[in-house]
């Protein structure tokens, strides 16, 4: 395993469910606001609000991406509310810390959410000070992950060569583009799936890491 790994300089790893396990379902919290949101925003009752959540996240990658496109909102005032979430339900995770600080090369947070909320779940966890930079939403001019556009938005600002680059990620979908350029891909759940663009599986981060360094 560690051989596999021996090229890779720059280190790229998702936020939600990946940074932490989704056992701990702090993103529940931002479901529900996301949830509220679109009912004041578009005037709609719950049931509607579900089901344009889904519609949204199924044609353009998440909820925010599909208010932009087809109700043209602003997305800062959207993602300072979704975000305002109870952090202390995270606990920190001082193996997962040892672990990417062990990482030679440069290493990346790169999220759907906006950098401020992605530095307090860094902050939560124990991770701050670890990674070289952080991007949120906001730096890839708010196109969304799975967007090839976006990650290469991403991957130019921070002069990161996808050949020499892996990306960690619990949403499948947000590995395609990473493989299509070249990048390694490892999926972050708890259950593996069988993909061509996905090269690797864990349930385990902190211990996958520690089988490369």
Known sequence: MKKQFQHVTSWVFDLDNTLYPPQFRLFDQIERRMTVWVMNALGVGKTEADRLR??????????????MRE????????????????????????????????????????????????H???????????????????????????????????????????????????????LMAPHQMGMKTVHVAPKALKALHIQHHTNDLAGFLGTLV
């Open 54 to 67: 889904q519609h949204y996240w199924d044609s353009y990658g998440t909820t925010l991406a599909g208010l």
């Open 71 to 118: 109700h043209d909102i602003d997305p800062a005032p959207y993602l300072q509310d979704v975000h305002d979430i109870d952090f202390t339900v995270l606990p920190a995770d001082p193996d997962l810390a040892a672990r990417i600080r062990a990482l030679p090369g440069r290493r990346i947070v790169y999220t759907n959410a906006c950098a401020p909320y992605a």
């Open 120 to 174: 307090r779940v860094l902050e939560a966890r124990g991770l701050s000070g670890l990674f070289d930079a952080v991007y949120g939403v906001e730096h890839a001019g708010f196109r969304p992950k799975p967007e090839r556009a976006a990650f290469e938005s991403i991957f130019m600002q921070d002069g990161l060569d996808p050949a020499t680059a892996v990306m960690f990620e619990d949403d499948p979908r947000n």
